[in-house]
């Protein structure tokens, strides 16, 4: 799928759902398919109009703590979520793979 493809087809899916997040699962669907990874970090915001933009998206994102400054403790919950799910899932991958072999 090309640059283009994709930017529309996320525009077209994002503009459809209230709240949606990379992990509104229309959008994850098209992440997935766009990349080929079953697993992926992504840096985005919300634009202005309600459409998803979209920084980066990899197979290698690193969730760094926030500086200990307390104007960044909005982030730290949101921050160990992320690992939490990352944890989880790389754990359950593992697990499938074992039980495969």
């Keep these: 799928m090309a640059q283009a493809e994709i930017s529309d087809s996320l525009s077209a899916s994002a503009s459809q759902w209230d709240g949606v997040t990379p992990a509104s699962p229309p ?4 992440l997935a398919e766009a990349l080929g990874l079953d697993n992926f970090g992504v840096d985005f915001a919300l634009a202005p109009d ?3 933009l979209l920084f980066e998206a990899n197979a290698a994102m690193v969730i760094l703590d926030p500086p200990e400054d307390p104007m960044w403790d909005y982030r730290r919950a949101a921050i160990a979520d992320a690992r939490a799910a990352a944890r989880t899932m790389t754990v359950n991958a593992a697990l499938r793979g074992a039980l495969r072999a």
């Design 50 to 52: 309600g459409r998803l």
């Design 27 to 30: 959008v994850r669907r098209c």
